[in-house]
């Protein structure tokens, strides 16, 4: 006999794909093309790497789901404006404190779990066009219990920057890479995916918005949820039926920036696939929300959001982002 406990865990260093910053949260949780100050967006796109983010270092910290914490930071660095900009991160994250048994029951004390990825990114302009191309190369070690790992990634982007409409579109390939060294003999897939975004200033309107395409290389992305299954008067079960639109729906993130270029911002977002994922039959919990704000002090930007994920479960993301100039 077979039993399921849940759907997904097809591929190791999941983390490396966790939302990044409280910007990117309050937005949906997955944005490629802010070309600013926000150093820490080039851990998701490396081809927004640019002169803005010279000298401007951010830190930011996530009370995740069931215990969980993780953080980020990022570093820039401009030589100059013909060599462009250097781009260094950190992602972390800890698992916290488990109790361990063996197959007797018996208790073998408590163990940990933790992964790190720190990323090397640069980017360039293609010639004299409008496009941008960027590179992250990432050194990735996990820990869980007594087993260790160690892999390698890179990340690549594609950015298009049209400077008379305020209009940007990216395309980036992330987490193509391997294991070096396995957990147990065991190789694994990494979390590799293909994203693609755009977004646009309204010309007399302060507001920026922002659509989002996920894991286009996974196509169909839903499966039915068990939850689900509906049954008839003679007792017969049907799974849920998930059409095309819902397909398409569950790739697409929106969000919408208020003041984008102020020293105090308002950030929405909706996240389709966590709001299907998680909602609950017959009740409104609001899942796949997401709000924040920044404010930004001297040289120093404060950031917040709140993500909906679950009526149990709801994480919180704080920033810092400091002007070292």
Same mark, same amino acid.
């Given at each position: ?16 794909? #966790? ?7 309050? %937005? !949906? ?27 401007? %270092? ?30 260094? !991160? ?21 163990? *940990?779990?933790? $992964? ?21 190369? +990432? ?5 869980? $219990? ?12 594609? #950015?298009?920057?049209? @400077? ?12 193509? !890479? ?24 309204? @010309? ?8 989002? %395409? @996920? ?18 008067? /003679? ?25 984008? $270029? ?14 299907? $994922? ?8 609001? /899942? ?5 704000? *920044? ?7 404060? *950031?917040?959001?709140?993500? +909906? ?17």
């Amino acid at each position: 006999m077979f039993s399921h406990a849940q759907v997904g865990g097809e591929a190791t260093y999941r983390f490396l794909n #966790l939302v990044s910053s409280p910007r990117q949260a309050a %937005l !949906g949780g997955k944005v490629l093309t802010n070309v600013d100050y926000d150093v820490t967006q080039a851990l998701f796109n490396p081809a927004t790497i640019n002169v803005e983010m010279d000298n401007q %270092l951010a830190l930011n910290y996530t009370s995740y789901l069931g215990g969980i914490s993780y953080g980020t930071a990022a570093y820039a660095y401009t030589l100059d404006r013909r060599t462009q900009t250097f781009h260094v !991160g950190v992602t972390y994250v800890n698992y916290g404190s488990f109790d361990g048994y063996d197959e007797a029951g018996n208790a073998t004390g408590t163990f *940990s779990g933790n $992964e790190t990825a720190l990323s090397f990114g640069y980017a360039l302009q293609i010639g004299y066009s409008d496009f941008y191309f960027g590179a992250n190369a +990432k050194l990735i070690t996990s820990k869980l $219990e007594q087993y260790n790992s160690f892999g390698v990634a890179t990340d690549l982007g594609l #950015l298009y920057i049209n @400077e008379d409409l305020d209009f940007q579109a990216a395309l980036a390939v992330r987490n193509f !890479g391997t294991q070096l060294t396995t957990y147990a003999g065991l190789n694994e897939k990494l979390p590799f995916e293909v994203d693609f975004g755009m977004s646009q200033r309204l @010309e007399n309107v302060p507001i920026r918005w922002h659509v989002t %395409l @996920e894991n286009l290389q996974q196509w169909p992305i839903a499966r039915p949820n068990p939850a689900r299954t509906t049954s008839d008067l /003679s007792g017969n079960q049907a799974n849920e039926k998930i059409g095309f639109l819902g397909q398409v729906i569950r790739h697409s993130i929106f969000g919408a920036e208020i003041f984008p $270029e102020g020293g105090f911002n308002i950030r929405l977002g909706y996240n389709f696939r966590r709001a299907e $994922e998680l909602r609950i039959v017959d009740q409104r919990n609001f /899942s796949g929300l997401s709000a924040g704000f *920044s404010i930004k002090m001297n040289k120093m930007r404060f *950031s917040y959001t709140h993500a +909906k994920y679950t009526s149990a479960a709801n994480s919180n993301f704080f920033g810092l982002q400091i002007d070292l100039r």
